[in-house]
């Protein structure tokens, strides 16, 4: 059992999130990782950050060989999912199998866990492709995918944090419990990086969205299954994430 390290900032905590979150090739102390816990979520919001520059520069780079919107927009959503290894879509299509599946807790959480997808599952990892591809089309082709990558990066991500801080975990054990629940100043912080971002970013109105996709995300894991888990946190990503996408493509025409 670790200790879980209480100082704000750490400089692991980068390195850590981008292990846990992503797919890129970064170098983690794991017993330091493990020491620093939930603390390190304050670094989340720029795991989005990073992501969003990368998935941005890769779509500059293929408009710039001449790849049609369309196509652009596809390969913005599979570097994604292969960045972040299916992370969120994982979540995402567990909690749409246990949530919609289960007739009780105990049956919502055993199906959570469950490695196999259901058909709420292929459902919901089906929608969530296809609903980003629309609207990565959209704003691929009007060129304002530099902010709103970013923006929505980071938003995403701090929505994650915002639940693991505001509802405790559902089970006994799992990834969202051997985390831990965020200090609250940590929390305070990825919130402050991800709100932050958004106006930088030029786009304040997202934080909106992103808070009430968020509370949507949470009202339902509370009346489901009693709070959250490592899937919700996901699933909570990606319904942030489409709904964040959707909204632009109103903004920005």
């Not at 704000?8 to 493990?34: C, E, F, H, K, S």
């Not at 710039?64 to 292969?82: D, H, K, Q, T």
Request: proline share 3%; net charge positive; glycine share 12%.
């Amino acid at each position: 059992m670790y200790k879980h390290d209480t100082q704000l900032i750490d400089r692991i905590d980068l390195p850590a999130a981008l292990g846990l979150l992503t797919r890129l090739p970064i170098t983690v102390n794991g017993d330091q990782a493990m020491a620093r816990g939930a603390a390190s979520v304050w670094a989340y919001p720029l795991v989005g950050v990073i992501t969003g520059v990368i998935l941005a520069a890769s779509a500059a780079l293929m408009l710039r060989v001449g790849l049609p919107s369309g196509i652009v927009a596809g390969m913005v959503v599979a570097l994604s999912v292969i960045m972040t290894g299916a992370m969120h879509e994982d979540g995402l299509a567990d909690s749409a199998d246990g949530l919609w599946g289960g007739w009780d807790r105990a049956h919502r959480l055993a199906i959570m866990k469950d490695s196999h997808i259901g058909v709420y599952g292929v459902c919901a990892i089906v929608l969530s492709l296809l609903l980003r591809w629309l609207a990565l089309v959209v704003i691929v082709s009007l060129g304002a995918y530099w902010m709103a990558f970013i923006a929505v990066g980071a938003l995403s991500r701090g929505a994650m944090v915002i639940l693991m801080a505001a509802i405790a975990p559902a089970r006994n054990r799992g990834l969202s419990k051997s985390v831990g629940r965020p200090p609250t100043a940590a929390a305070w912080l990825a919130v402050g990086i991800a709100v932050a971002t958004a106006f930088l970013c030029g786009y304040p109105v997202l934080i909106l969205v992103a808070g009430l996709g968020t509370l949507i995300c949470g009202l339902i894991a509370r009346a489901k299954i009693g709070g959250q888990t490592g899937d919700i946190l996901g699933a909570t990503q990606q319904v942030t994430e489409i709904a964040m996408l959707t909204a632009l493509t109103v903004i920005i025409t």
